[in-house]
């Protein structure tokens, strides 16, 4: 590659003929994701940050970090965290309530619909309670959208 390999001046300074930069091909929107478990942006195995679709990660941001936690947008965040221990009809209940307000603006600007909140059975045993929200994000193709996603509260 090249000064003194093609000569100066010949392919221009640090270019060899023949040789190709290799564009990666990555979809048109796109986001970092994020790993709940290390709060880490994962790595695929080519070494490239993991992306998933930004209405994806507006949903994490909001259910995963407590409300008020970013000084730059205190309205990104959830009360997840303050749900109290109790029996497990009201402990869905109350999860269901946090997250649908948590999500509420992405629900009125029609990027989710919110299927199904549930309290995962025996979490609240372990000293944590863990929920698993089943949304659509609407900005997807129809029969892409179903998303699954399993956040901690406490």
Do not use: C, W
């Not at 129809?142 to 509260?153: D, K, P």
């Amino acid at each position: 590659m090249g000064f003194g390999e093609e000569g100066f001046g010949e392919e221009g300074f640090g270019m060899s003929p023949g040789e190709t930069l290799g564009a990666r091909v990555v979809p048109e929107f796109q986001a970092l994701e994020i790993d709940l478990g290390t709060y880490d942006v994962p790595i695929d195995e080519n070494g490239f940050y993991k992306s998933i679709h930004p209405v994806d990660h507006k949903v994490l941001l909001n259910l995963a970090i407590k409300l008020n936690a970013i000084p730059a947008d205190p309205s990104i965040g959830t009360t997840l965290f303050d749900v109290q221990f109790d029996t497990d009809e009201r402990m869905t209940a109350d999860g269901s309530r946090r997250v649908r307000g948590a999500l509420n603006q992405m629900v009125l600007d029609e990027d989710i619909t919110i299927d199904d909140v549930k309290l995962l059975s025996g979490t609240s045993t372990s000293g944590r309670l863990m929920f698993e929200i089943e949304y659509q994000n609407l900005r997807m193709p129809e029969g892409e959208r179903l998303r699954r996603q399993i956040f901690q509260s406490k």
